[in-house]
């Protein structure tokens, strides 16, 4: 069942994504080459905590941390590690969840370190476009696959493929809520897309096959090629007047 918002709730999940923007930013911002994944998970976690939310992450499922931290072919679910240093020409991904006062938002995004080579910028760039065209189709009466039609063709035309193994997702009172938000798939599918609906939209692309296989440590997901992987999402509102990214 797909949860419809009330207009407090979304005032609530408005607040949430706005502090979740704000901390996903001062995050970015300490970003660089020579710190590991573990300094910026501690930066994450004083910032959540210092907010008054909660990390949604931490614990989740055994989750050990605040954030996921996932370098080149590493999909999502990288674990922060004092032992993960970040290098020139690295492609990080970010992906950040809180709860304030209940209501949960989610956020990931890619960050290019120093002098990284066209074909990984190129990468970044299609897969953050591939985001905004999903958003854009998030609009009431249109059916959720076309979403993830929106997705797949704009990032199948520029020769990159998508991720199958993970989808987005509703959020509300919990992190992960009907319906899934595939990346994939034929439009004009699934349930029509309502008022009041809240959906974590997060296209992963990948700059060779789509296959992923999970590591030993259970969590993060590469790709099966070595190459590669790009990752942006939002917690996005459907609203009468259009998509409302909740998270920007
Ligand atoms: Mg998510």
């Not at 020409?89 to 809180?98: E, F, H, N, R």
């Not at 009466?141 to 193994?165: C, K, M, P």
């Amino acid at each position: 069942m797909i949860f419809i918002k009330s207009a407090a709730e979304l005032e609530a999940m408005r607040l949430s994504g706005a502090l979740l923007a704000r901390i996903a930013d001062k995050i970015r911002g300490k970003i660089a080459v020579g710190i590991s994944t573990e300094e910026i998970d501690k930066i994450a976690e004083g910032l959540i905590l210092q907010a008054g939310a909660v990390p949604a992450f931490k614990g989740y499922g055994g989750f050990p941390a605040n954030i996921c931290a996932s370098i080149n072919e590493e999909v999502v679910h990288g674990i922060p590690s004092r032992d993960r240093l970040l290098k020139d020409g690295d492609l990080l991904k970010i992906d950040v969840g809180i709860s304030l006062n209940g209501y949960f938002s989610d956020c990931a995004f890619t960050i290019a370190l120093g002098r990284v080579d066209a074909g990984r910028r190129r990468l970044l760039e299609t897969t953050k476009r591939a985001l905004e065209a999903g958003i854009a189709a998030a609009v009431v009466n249109n059916h959720l696959t076309d979403i993830s039609w929106a997705i797949q063709s704009y990032v199948e035309a520029q020769g990159f493929s998508v991720v199958r193994d993970f989808v987005g997702h509703g959020i509300g009172r919990s992190m992960h809520e009907a319906p899934e938000v595939p990346n994939f798939g034929e439009p004009r599918q699934g349930p029509l897309l309502k008022e009041g609906m809240v959906l974590a939209i997060e296209p992963m692309v990948n700059r060779g096959t789509w296959e992923v296989r999970i590591q030993e440590n259970g969590w993060t997901a590469v790709t099966r090629d070595k190459q590669e992987s790009a990752h942006f999402e939002h917690t996005v509102a459907i609203t009468s007047g259009g998509p409302e990214i909740l998270t920007k």
